[in-house]
Each structure stands twice: as C-alpha cells, then as structure tokens.
C-alpha cells in the first residue's frame, strides 16, 4: 500500500514541469477508449460541497470537427459580419487542432446550502485534474475558453443544455515540437501575510 506520508519527489517534479501544450501544434495519436475512460475518472476527483458533481463532460472526435466549424464560422459571420480567409480557416478549424476536444460543462445551479460559486470553482478544478490528468498519461493538453464557450447559440449546439455554461473546452493530443516555457508570475509579488485591521 502506498504511503500517503512520505512524498512523492517523482510526482512533485512531474507538477513542477506540467504546462500547456498549444493545441495547433497537437497530432496523433490521442488517448484510446480506455485511457479517456481513466483521465475522466481521475478528472472527476475534485473537491465537490454537497456531492453535487455539478459538472459534465462533452466529448468531439476529430471527425466531427469539420462540421462544426461549418456551423462555428456561420455563427461568427452572423454575429460579426463577413469573414476573411483567415478568420474563416480559423473557425473552420477549431476542433480539428487535436485527435480529442473534452468540453467540461458548468452545470451549476441555486441550491439551498451551496453557493453557486463554489460549484463553478469545482468545474474549474475538474478542468485543471483533466489537463493534468491528460499529462500523467503520456499526451499533452491545453484548457481553452473561446468565443463559443460565452455565446449562447454556440454553446447550445455544442451540447450546453440550458442554465449551463461551458467551463472550457479541453484538447488532448500528442506533441509535435517540444513545448516552450513561458515565463511564470514571481511568487514573492502574490503572497502577504494576514493582518488585523482596525
């Protein structure tokens, strides 16, 4: 039985060195059957008042991409006028970037005992264990809020029921380049000490 008192220096390095990985730059293979069945499992171990798991999970396959950037770049041009080539390869694109696109759905309501915010806060640590979840099994991952995650329409079609809002969409694939580091806020500047104040 693994001892849950003495540390993990494999683990914390693994936390230390996790990051985002841009989802342009993603490729096959993706995580099979089995392993999306783990990562959601672990994905879905976050602290959750109320037992409540006042989230849900979306998953789009890569053949489904083309089809609904048709309808995403539809929706943009509507809202926003004519597209430029660019603008439309773009939309076209959205969810052809990696082999696996998981939208994690906010599903949180009025409750009697638990805040609304905290439920959003357990969708938001769903989103974080996945991309990491998705590390921890060999792929690289990337948490990403678009456009459609805030418009209503699209996140209707994209399976948002209503009184539901999208957390993020999370994309899983494996690299093509090594990743980048970018740079990290200084700890020092995000830290005080509580005080009493008269």
Known sequence: MPSFSSGSPETLEFLRNRRSHPCVTMSEPGPDEAQIADI???????????KLAPWRFILYRKGQGQKIGEKLAALHENKNGPLD???????????????????VVSTAAK??????WEQQLSAGAVCMN??????ASGFVSQWLTE???FDEEASRFLGAGEGEQFAGFVYIGSPSQPPIERPRPNLSDLISNWTETE
Do not use: M
């Not at 959601?40 to 109320?50: S, Y």
């Not at 996945?130 to 590390?135: D, F, I, M």
């Open 40 to 50: 959601l499992t672990i994905a879905a171990r976050v602290p959750d008042h109320g």
């Open 85 to 103: 080539a660019d603008q439309r390869q773009k939309e076209l694109t959205r969810f052809t970037r990696s082999p696996l696109v998981v939208g």
């Open 111 to 116: 409750h009697p005992k638990i805040p609304v």
């Open 130 to 135: 996945l991309v990491t979840a998705a590390a």
């Open 147 to 149: 456009w459609y995650s």
